[in-house]
Structures are given as structure tokens and as C-alpha cells.
């Protein structure tokens, strides 16, 4: 069984920024596309970021582009989320998620860690 943990969350004031880690235990890490998504509360939760097994290719979402910067290491089975310039509206629980298939901006991933808490002040 695949286990990720999330870490790096916590408190930072707006133009800020925040590194987010990611974990993975129990299986073969560098053949898992990866992915970050986030969960206001009240709120559906939404993708972020996405990077695929060999890190080659990215994806992010509009309000990620230009501010946040997925990356991998896979010597260490850890995913990245660098986070800059970071907004109110980006307070929210984060999410790593991992699947064998292709990295994408959809839900379809197999494992999901538990989340770890960014709270953007003003």
C-alpha cells in the first residue's frame, strides 16, 4: 500500500511563500505520476499541479501558473510544491495524490495523502 504525507504547511502572510513536501512510502515512487490539489472549506476540492513519472512534464492550474512550481526527487520519493506570491485565496488544505497512469489535471489518482494546512493572511 502506498503511503504519502503531506508537510510544509502553515501560516504566511499574502506575498509570501510556502514549500510544500510530499512523502511516498510503499511502492515504486518514481513510476507514479503526481499530483497537489487543494480543498477550501465549503469548497470542492481542486487540482493544482501535476508532474509526470520522469518529471518531464507538468501541468498546473490558472491560479498556479506563474506563482507555483511543481518538482520531484526521486531518489528521496518526495514531490515538491514551491509556492510563491502566495493570496488569500489559496488558504486551503493541500493535498498529494499519486496514480500509475498519467499525470492529470482530473481526480483520477489512486492514492491520496492527508493533507497538510495553508493559511494565507492578509
Known amino acids: 500500500q502506498v503511503q504519502l504525507v503531506e508537510s510544509g504547511g502553515g501560516l504566511v502572510q499574502a506575498g509570501g511563500s510556502l514549500r510544500l513536501s510530499c512523502a511516498a512510502s510503499g511502492g515504486t515512487f518514481s513510476s507514479y505520476a503526481m499530483g497537489w490539489f487543494r480543498q477550501a472549506p465549503g469548497k470542492e476540492r481542486e487540482f493544482v499541479a501535476a508532474i509526470s513519472w520522469s518529471g518531464a512534464t507538468t501541468y498546473y492550474s490558472d491560479s498556479a501558473k506563474g506563482r507555483f512550481t511543481i518538482s520531484r526527487n526521486n531518489a528521496k520519493n518526495t514531490v515538491y510544491l514551491q509556492m510563491n506570491s502566495l493570496k488569500r485565496e489559496d488558504t486551503a488544505v493541500y493535498y498529494c495524490?499519486?496514480?500509475?497512469?498519467?499525470?492529470?489535471?482530473?481526480?483520477?489518482?489512486?492514492?491520496w495523502g492527508q493533507g497538510t494546512q495553508v493559511t494565507v493572511s492578509s
Open positions: 495524490a499519486a496514480t500509475a497512469g498519467i499525470a492529470t489535471m482530473t481526480f483520477d489518482y489512486d492514492y
